[in-house]
């Protein structure tokens, strides 16, 4: 498997400001690959660098092997890209949208399937302006894949949307990636990233601070893990308490959430689960 984007030593300064500072890392090509920090760390001119929608002031960037720079047109051709701030003209309607896009490619995918894949089949004649947040989302993700690209670019891609519609953005992703495709994706919530991501790269004032797997970073924090599962009747706490690495043990309701140490924790947990009776187990 080859690598998908190349970044080394990539700097941008605005001013007197160093938005990136000299980074580097690889993304592999079937990956979800994820940036997570704070606003303000240099997510978004990152990724525009490597989109190619922003000139590095050094550095040396490869996206699927080509020089977004120099290769910009070959480049785009390729890719797929979901602006962390993006809008369409408030009458212009779902489908007029979708068929002016893939107006501009030579090879695009059916529109129309990808409407279905969205769930926007309905909102097909509804303009912009009428559209939820979350359909607004869904309908620019399904604007970037109308070329079919390679490789998708997802900025802040969850930002201001209610914790159903966050949930329904992280099944599209995971459904894009089984397509074969890569995705690149920043945002500022580590529980997204450590949902979604292969690999997540950390960055803070314009560094990688970290970059591993969630799990692996998990544990150098040394954080505590969580259980959380839904119990039908009775909880035996003071048993789920004497199993190794369990700290504390909480319950509100139908939820149950067990706080430990140890990669074994899930496992034990898991192992254990029958006789609390938990109708679904999730970590």
């Known amino acids: 498997m080859g690598k998908a984007i190349l970044v080394q030593g990539l700097r941008k300064r605005y001013g007197d400001v160093m938005a990136v500072d000299g980074i580097s890392f690889e993304v592999q090509e079937g990956e979800i690959f994820g940036m997570v920090g704070p606003n303000g760390a240099g997510k978004t001119t990152t990724i525009e660098c490597i989109e190619g929608l922003r000139r590095p002031d050094e550095g040396r960037i490869e996206v ?66 009428q559209l939820s947040g979350g359909q607004k989302q869904r309908l620019f993700i399904a604007l970037a894949l109308v070329n079919n690209p390679d490789l998708l670019f997802l900025d802040e891609l969850t930002t201001g949307l209610d914790p159903q519609a966050r949930r329904a953005m992280w099944n599209l992703v995971r459904s894009i990636r089984e397509q074969g495709k890569t995705v690149f994706l920043t945002t500022h919530y580590m529980d997204e990233a450590e949902r979604l991501c292969d690999r997540v790269a950390t960055i803070d004032h314009g560094q990688i601070v970290a970059l591993d797997t969630p799990e692996a970073l998990i544990r150098s924090l040394e954080a505590e893990r969580r259980v959380v599962f839904e119990v039908d009747g009775p909880l035996d706490e003071e048993r789920l308490q004497a199993v190794p690495g369990v700290i504390r043990v909480e319950r509100a309701g139908e939820r149950a959430v067990v706080y430990g140490e140890g990669d074994r924790l899930l496992s034990i947990c898991g192992s254990r689960s029958r006789p609390f009776s938990p109708s679904s187990m999730r970590r």
């Open 64 to 129: 699927l092997g080509l020089d977004p720079q120099r290769d910009g047109y070959s480049l785009r051709e390729r890719i797929g890209v979901q602006l962390q701030e993006a809008a369409l003209p408030p009458r212009l309607k779902v489908a007029g949208a979708m068929d002016l896009f893939a107006s501009f490619y030579p090879h695009p995918m059916d529109w129309h399937s990808l409407l279905e894949m969205f769930g926007l089949t309905e909102k097909a004649k509804a303009p912009f302006d």
